[in-house]
């Protein structure tokens, strides 16, 4: 997220040239900020931009005792499930319900949202896809979407650790814990190192200790551009998996929530901006079947049908 004012600010002063409101200006200025956001220093990195939601509320008590088996090798078995996962996740067509609020913190209701819905599929030719279907006019007035933001949308709030991308990554176990009746192991994971132009995960997975796949993640997606005038936030968010077709956990449920800390400076003032992101997937569906997503033993079914239970937050 950006500050909407701070950014405008900065667009007048070193873009003098463009209305703000243009798409011109304002692809200059995005293409500014995602320009100043790599590789943010790690004293940057650990500065606090948000107020984070609680890590594991809600779930049993965590069993710190070691594993029977080794945790590298619980890794090496998570990452292999986890790559075929990805590999049957592009085999399937789904639908993607985003929102993105800003709240009164005085009425707790929100004050402006962005808010859009698209179709992951494919092209006649079999190339994947997204179709925007429906995305009215933005009313968010004290942040901007930013590029990374719809990254992490699309992308990084479905994080998968495969053995592709692990050497990125540390991975530390922490314990075993249940979510709902599920048993899973526990464990942390950092990003080695901060590339230029990438986005990293930070946080904490659950893995089904049977399947050994991702069935809970909470963190936050990194790095965050901290420069003065130009910050480029994100809340930290939590992202649910359920079984599609009784064998691979799929993203159902992400629930994103904190409150901004953008800075004084240039000629506007600091704030702190209460942020919501709500993004449901649904509507499953193998290239060319009928699967369905079944929660709870219930049909999840698009934003448009009645009678949607989406899964319940573990906060």
Same mark, same amino acid.
């Given at each position: %997220?950006?500050?909407?004012?701070a950014l405008?600010v900065? &667009?007048?002063?070193?873009?003098?040239v463009?209305?703000?409101g243009?798409p011109?200006?304002?692809?200059?200025?995005?293409?500014?900020?995602?320009?100043?956001a790599w590789?943010?220093?790690?004293?940057?990195?650990?500065k606090?931009?948000?107020?984070?939601m609680?890590?594991?509320?809600?779930?049993?008590?965590?069993?710190l005792?070691?594993?029977?088996?080794?945790?590298?090798?619980?890794?090496?078995?998570?990452?292999?499930?986890?790559?075929?996962?990805?590999?049957?996740?592009?085999?399937?067509?789904?639908?993607?319900?985003?929102k993105?609020?800003?709240i009164?913190?005085?009425?707790?209701?929100?004050?402006?949202?962005?808010?859009?819905?698209?179709?992951?599929?494919?092209?006649?030719?079999?190339?994947?896809?997204?179709?925007?279907?429906?995305?009215?006019?933005?009313?968010?007035t004290?942040?901007? %979407?930013?590029?990374?933001?719809l990254?992490?949308?699309?992308?990084?709030?479905?994080?998968?650790?495969?053995?592709?991308?692990?050497?990125?990554?540390?991975?530390?176990?922490?314990?075993?814990?249940?979510?709902?009746?599920?048993?899973?192991?526990?464990?942390?994971?950092?990003?080695?190192?901060?590339?230029?132009?990438q986005?990293?995960?930070?946080?904490?997975?659950?893995?089904d200790?049977?399947?050994?796949?991702?069935?809970?993640?909470?963190?936050?997606m990194?790095p965050?551009?901290?420069?003065?005038?130009?910050?480029?936030?994100?809340?930290?968010? %939590?992202t649910?998996?359920?079984?599609?077709?009784?064998?691979?956990?799929?993203?159902?449920?992400?629930?994103g929530?904190?409150?901004?800390?953008?800075?004084?400076?240039?000629?506007y %003032?600091?704030?702190?901006?209460?942020?919501?992101? &709500?993004?449901?997937?649904?509507?499953?569906?193998?290239?060319?079947?009928?699967?369905?997503?079944?929660?709870?033993?219930q049909?999840?079914?698009?934003?448009?049908?009645?009678?949607?239970?989406?899964?319940?937050?573990?906060?």
């Open positions: %997220m950006q500050n909407e004012l405008e900065e &667009v007048n002063r070193n873009h003098g463009y209305q703000w243009s011109l200006a304002l692809a200059a200025a995005l293409a500014a900020v995602l320009a100043l590789p943010a220093p790690a004293a940057a990195q650990d606090d931009t948000f107020t984070p609680p890590l594991d509320s809600g779930f049993g008590p965590i069993d005792t070691a594993p029977t088996i080794p945790p590298d090798q619980i890794i090496k078995q998570i990452a292999a499930k986890e790559a075929e996962f990805r590999e049957a996740l592009s085999h399937y067509t789904y639908r993607r319900t985003a993105v609020d800003t009164d913190d005085d009425t707790h209701k929100p004050d402006g949202e962005w808010y859009e819905v698209d179709d992951v599929t494919f092209t006649p030719n079999g190339r994947r896809t997204e179709k925007t279907v429906f995305a009215p006019a933005s009313s968010l004290r942040v901007a %979407m930013s590029p990374s933001d990254q992490d949308i699309q992308h990084g709030y479905q994080f998968v650790l495969t053995t592709e991308n692990i050497p990125e990554y540390n991975i530390t176990y922490v314990g075993r814990q249940k979510v709902d009746e599920v048993e899973c192991y526990v464990f942390d994971a950092s990003p080695k190192q901060i590339l230029k132009n986005r990293y995960f930070l946080g904490r997975i659950w893995v200790a049977k399947d050994m796949l991702i069935v809970v993640t909470n963190g936050r990194v965050d551009n901290t420069k003065r005038g130009q910050e480029d936030l994100h809340p930290p968010f %939590m649910w998996r359920q079984q599609v077709d009784g064998k691979y956990w799929f993203p159902v449920y992400t629930r929530e904190g409150i901004l800390h953008f800075t004084s400076g240039n000629g %003032m600091g704030e702190d901006v209460h942020i919501r992101d &709500v993004i449901k997937y649904s509507d499953y569906k193998r290239f060319g079947s009928t699967a369905k997503i079944i929660y709870d033993g049909e999840v079914k698009n934003e448009n049908q009645p009678n949607q239970k989406p899964p319940k937050p573990q906060h």
